[in-house]
Antibody, heavy 124, light 108 residues
Framework: EVQLVESGGGLVQPGGSLRLSCAAS????????MDWVRQAPGKGLEWVGR??????????EYAASVKGRFTISRDDSKNSLSLQMNSLKTEDTAVYFC???????????????WGQGTLVTVSS | EIVLTQSPGTLSLSPGERATLSCRAS???????LAWYQQKPGQAPRLLIY???TRATGIPDRFSGSGSGTDFTLTISRLEPEDFAVYSC?????????FGQGTKVEIK
């Protein structure tokens, strides 16, 4: 069974940077796309971005709201995923979840499992 | 991007009752690529349904999904105390994947 554990959240000022990490246990981490999904306080879920697997050249894709500011990377040798967040805005305040993307074919997929989440607060 | 609208916003029911939750898409969801998640306060979402009607591993059969095109439904046949939570739909038929805003099922 795959388990995901996020870390690195905290309080940061607007314009600042923060790096989130996700440690995965279990097998087949390297086979899958991995994503970040966030949830602002009292709000719905929002997809942030994904990193594909080695077979797909580790390419990345981002939501328009974070493109150019956030960067996703992975280290398959350590079963780890990272989210580098720069130029943070107050609207980036949210719980950030690390998720595995399961795809039925060569399309997009659903998310399972989810990490427990880590809270990022952007405030002065 | 596809906008998913869930209704109602809140559903007040008693244990043992049937819950019917709706997820409507702004355009057709390709190949019925729609998932449902359950989320309890302070917890991460849990996958319930994918492919519109396939239950995830370990999900009780009182949960069922249906629908196609732009209209999808999650039905809980008989509410158990642990089912009171927020339910969200997600489409993965086109990029970017998007979520509905959620339906809260609360105890009446």
């Amino acid at each position: 069974e795959v388990q995901l554990v996020e870390s690195g959240g905290g309080l940061v000022q607007p314009g600042g940077s923060l790096r989130l990490s996700c440690a995965a246990s279990g097998s087949s981490f390297s086979d899958h796309y991995m994503d970040w999904v966030r949830q602002a306080p009292g709000k719905g879920l929002e997809w942030v971005g994904r990193i594909r697997n080695k077979a797909n050249s580790y390419t990345t894709e981002y939501a328009a709201s974070v493109k150019g500011r956030f960067t996703i990377s992975r280290d398959d040798s350590k079963n780890s995923l990272s989210l580098q967040m720069n130029s943070l805005k107050t609207e980036d305040t949210a719980v950030y979840f690390c998720v595995r993307e399961l795809r039925p074919d060569y399309s997009l997929g659903w998310f399972d499992p989810w990490g427990q989440g880590t809270l990022v607060t952007v405030s002065s | 991007e596809i906008v998913l609208t869930q209704s109602p916003g809140t559903l007040s029911l008693s244990p043992g009752e049937r819950a019917t939750l709706s997820c409507r898409a702004s355009q057709s969801v390709s190949r019925s690529y729609l998932a449902w998640y359950q989320q309890k306060p302070g917890q991460a979402p849990r996958l319930l349904i994918y492919g519109a009607y396939t239950r995830a591993t370990g999900i009780p059969d009182r949960f069922s999904g249906s629908g196609s095109g732009t209209d999808f439904t999650l039905t809980i046949s008989r509410l158990e105390p642990e089912d009171f939570a927020v339910y969200s739909c997600q489409q993965y038929g086109s990029s970017p994947q998007t979520f509905g805003q959620g339906t809260k099922v609360e105890i009446k």
